[in-house]
T-cell receptor, first 114, second 116 residues
Framework: KQEVTQIPAALSVPEGENLVLNCSFT??????LQWFRQDPGKGLTSLLL?????REQTSGRLNASLDKSSGRSTLYIAASQPGDSATYLC?????????????FGTGTRLKVLA | DTGVSQDPRHKITKRGQNVTFRCDPI?????LYWYRQTLGQGPEFLTY????????KSRLLSDRFSAERPKGSFSTLEIQRTEQGDSAMYLC??????????????FGQGTRLTVV
């Protein structure tokens, strides 16, 4: 059974810092991994999708890496801004049963202080 | 098409009442998912449709829950005889099938259910 863990659970940093959010998963037979952002009381906004054959993806100040063999992904946020404050969720889609449903971690709550 | 749309955004209901939520996926997406999220947790999978066929249901989906996707377009999630434990955010997502160039999952804004 796939389990996804995110560390740290919460993070508070001053504006301008570079930071790394971690995600680990127990079953390396994944189809893809996706990082999402969630603002309080809102839905999920997709940030980056990494296919299982890829090692990393970049979008603006965000860079996500994937190491399938070790069951790890990291989300790197450069030059953090107060507007980055949100919960960041990691989700992996497995290939079992053909559903490709996502299994989520519990998220990292990020607060960037001005 | 502006993305996945869910209606209503908020629903307050009395215990024992039935509620129905609607999800309109991105038009070309044939895969549709429902998830439930409680405070401080990540979303949990409830059920999955490929076109109009419901192909997987989670054990979380008790017999009070039913989902449909007639004609493979919009989907509805109905909860009968609501209980306080049903209070949560219900999220809908859609995506293209595996093998397509972009299999990114897109989520709606969710329906916040409060059972009083």
């Amino acid at each position: 059974k796939q389990e996804v863990t995110q560390i740290p659970a919460a993070l508070s940093v001053p504006e301008g810092e570079n930071l790394v959010l971690n995600c680990s998963f127990t079953d390396s037979a994944i189809y893809n991994l996706q990082w999402f952002r969630q603002d309080p009381g809102k839905g999920l906004t997709s940030l980056l999708l990494i296919q299982s054959s890829q090692r990393e993806q970049t979008s603006g100040r965000l860079n996500a890496s994937l190491d399938k063999s070790s069951g790890r992904s990291t989300l790197y946020i450069a030059a953090s801004q107060p507007g980055d404050s949100a919960t960041y969720l990691c989700a992996v889609a497995g290939q079992a049963s053909g559903t490709y449903k996502y299994i989520f971690g519990t998220g990292t709550r990020l607060k960037v202080l001005a | 098409d502006t993305g996945v749309s869910q209606d209503p955004r908020h629903k307050i209901t009395k215990r024992g009442q039935n509620v129905t939520f609607r999800c309109d996926p991105i038009s070309e997406h044939n895969r549709l998912y429902w998830y439930r999220q409680t405070l401080g947790q990540g979303p949990e999978f409830l059920t999955y449709f490929q076109n109009e066929a419901q192909l997987e249901k989670s054990r979380l989906l008790s017999d009070r829950f039913s989902a449909e996707r007639p004609k493979g377009s919009f989907s509805t999630l109905e909860i009968q005889r609501t209980e306080q434990g049903d209070s949560a955010m219900y999220l809908c997502a859609s995506s293209l099938p595996p093998g397509q160039m972009n299999t990114e999952a897109f989520f709606g804004q969710g329906t916040r259910l409060t059972v009083v």
